[in-house]
């Protein structure tokens, strides 16, 4: 590896050694994730989501709430004990402002050997009554039993289940039926590796085959496959979805969505350059209140099916995809919309700043008590 790309990976990927940094930086993403559940219910007020698209998303970011629970408890002692455990987190201080995905792979190792861990660990009872004779009886701090308590919480999240992987497989809901076909809601997700950050699929998909698709022991698990293999930042909607329309002549992709939960921007932790780095100095918000995490839709809709020669003697339906109408196939999808969820100083900030390329990106302001109010 060159030592210019070296020094950039080493510059980007930051590690928190302090246990205070490593928590203040935790919390900070508890109460931003605990915010985009609410903006998911106001886009379904707004006509934008169906309520199973919304209880879809909704599951997807509870999933990534009780990840990033996970690792604030295996780090919780980080800088605190000696030797190489915990180690420490380590985040995407320029592109993202979340963990480097190999965060959540090795989450996905631990959790594989969650019972065999637990299994070796005194149970947080016993834990806790040690730390109380230890500092009632040597009046020291029982560091290493937090340490060891920490790690059972840990291993306990990661067994409980729930969480957001590194790849989480399709899932398909029935909608209803439109005559011969049956419409499926498909979503999954990943952490994408490149950009370091979760990113949401929803696909609607008519199904014109003999057997429902979920229950379809052959096409259902190549379904699967094909997805995920697909799901890349780089690739653009239109490719993903003719891809599926040309390999499963029974299937028709009428619409699909991806949804990209980040960048997450904060003075204290990221580096970011442009408007938001003047709006976010600016603000000079508290501790909980310096961020501002940007929610980006692309969108792909079929406007019509068309018939055509397959083979020989055969033919298939095949979807016809609106294209922006300025960008044209430069985006491949129908419409891009980019939304920025933000507390109220770094609002005020924005508003008073009115940066050129923000009038079009729309606005949640996180006002007192959580309350999420939309704005333009």
């Given at each position: 590896?060159?030592?210019?790309?070296?020094?950039?990976l080493?510059e980007?990927h930051?590690p928190?050694?302090?246990?205070?940094?490593?928590?203040?930086?935790f919390?900070?993403?508890?109460?931003?994730i605990?915010?985009?559940?609410?903006?998911?219910?106001?886009?379904?007020?707004?006509?934008?989501?169906?309520?199973l698209?919304?209880?879809?998303?909704a599951?997807?970011?509870?999933?990534?709430?009780?990840?990033?629970?996970a690792?604030?408890l295996?780090y919780?002692?980080?800088?605190r004990?000696e030797?190489p455990?915990?180690?420490?987190p380590?985040?995407?201080?320029?592109e993202?402002?979340?963990?480097i995905?190999?965060?959540?792979?090795v989450?996905?190792?631990?959790?594989?050997?969650?019972?065999?861990?637990?299994a070796?660990?005194?149970?947080?009872?016993?834990?806790?009554d040690?730390?109380?004779?230890?500092?009632?009886?040597e009046?020291?701090?029982?560091t290493?039993?937090?340490?060891?308590?920490?790690?059972?919480?840990?291993?306990?999240a990661?067994?409980?289940?729930?969480?957001?992987?590194?790849?989480?497989?399709?899932?398909?809901?029935?909608?209803?039926?439109?005559?011969e076909?049956?419409?499926f809601?498909?979503h999954?997700?990943?952490?994408d590796?490149?950009?370091?950050l979760?990113?949401?699929?929803?696909?609607?998909?008519?199904d014109s085959?003999?057997?429902?698709?979920?229950?379809?022991?052959?096409r259902?698990?190549?379904?699967?496959?094909h997805l995920m293999?697909?799901?890349?930042?780089?690739l653009?909607?239109?490719?993903?979805?003719?891809?599926?329309?040309?390999?499963f002549d029974?299937l028709?992709?009428?619409?699909l969505?991806r949804?990209?939960?980040?960048?997450?921007h904060?003075?204290?932790?990221?580096?970011?350059?442009?408007?938001?780095?003047?709006?976010?100095?600016?603000?000079?918000?508290?501790p909980?209140e310096?961020?501002?995490?940007?929610w980006?839709i692309?969108?792909?809709l079929?406007?019509?099916?068309q018939?055509v020669?397959d083979?020989?003697?055969s033919?298939?339906?095949?979807?016809?995809?609106?294209?922006?109408?300025?960008?044209?196939?430069?985006?491949?999808?129908?419409?891009?919309?980019?939304?920025?969820?933000?507390p109220?100083?770094?609002y005020?900030?924005?508003?008073e700043?009115?940066?050129?390329?923000?009038?079009?990106?729309?606005?949640?302001?996180?006002?007192a008590?959580?309350?999420?109010?939309?704005?333009?």
């Amino acid at each position: 590896m060159s030592g210019s790309v070296k020094d950039a990976l080493t510059e980007d990927h930051t590690p928190l050694a302090d246990s205070l940094v490593a928590r203040r930086y935790f919390d900070k993403f508890d109460r931003i994730i605990g915010h985009l559940g609410r903006v998911a219910a106001e886009l379904e007020s707004e006509g934008r989501l169906t309520r199973l698209e919304a209880r879809v998303i909704a599951g997807h970011v509870a999933r990534l709430a009780a990840t990033f629970r996970a690792l604030s408890l295996k780090y919780l002692m980080t800088g605190r004990v000696e030797g190489p455990l915990p180690g420490t987190p380590t985040f995407d201080r320029h592109e993202s402002g979340f963990p480097i995905a190999q965060e959540l792979m090795v989450m996905a190792v631990d959790a594989s050997q969650a019972e065999k861990h637990l299994a070796g660990m005194a149970s947080e009872t016993e834990l806790k009554d040690r730390m109380v004779r230890q500092i009632v009886g040597e009046l020291t701090l029982p560091t290493r039993l937090q340490f060891a308590l920490s790690q059972r919480l840990y291993y306990e999240a990661l067994r409980q289940g729930g969480l957001f992987q590194a790849r989480n497989d399709p899932d398909a809901q029935w909608v209803a039926d439109i005559g011969e076909r049956r419409h499926f809601l498909l979503h999954w997700a990943v952490y994408d590796t490149q950009t370091n950050l979760p990113v949401l699929y929803l696909l609607d998909l008519e199904d014109s085959g003999k057997r429902p698709l979920p229950t379809d022991v052959r096409r259902w698990p190549q379904v699967q496959a094909h997805l995920m293999a697909q799901s890349l930042s780089g690739l653009k909607l239109l490719t993903i979805a003719q891809g599926l329309d040309t390999d499963f002549d029974d299937l028709h992709p009428k619409r699909l969505r991806r949804i990209t939960l980040g960048p997450m921007h904060s003075h204290s932790f990221t580096q970011q350059s442009g408007p938001i780095s003047q709006v976010l100095a600016m603000a000079k918000a508290p501790p909980g209140e310096d961020w501002a995490l940007v929610w980006t839709i692309e969108d792909l809709l079929s406007t019509e099916e068309q018939e055509v020669k397959d083979g020989w003697f055969s033919t298939a339906q095949r979807q016809i995809y609106r294209l922006d109408p300025v960008l044209g196939g430069e985006t491949g999808a129908t419409r891009t919309e980019r939304m920025i969820i933000l507390p109220e100083r770094p609002y005020q900030a924005l508003a008073e700043l009115n940066p050129p390329g923000f009038a079009g990106i729309r606005k949640f302001i996180v006002g007192a008590g959580g309350r999420l109010i939309p704005a333009r």
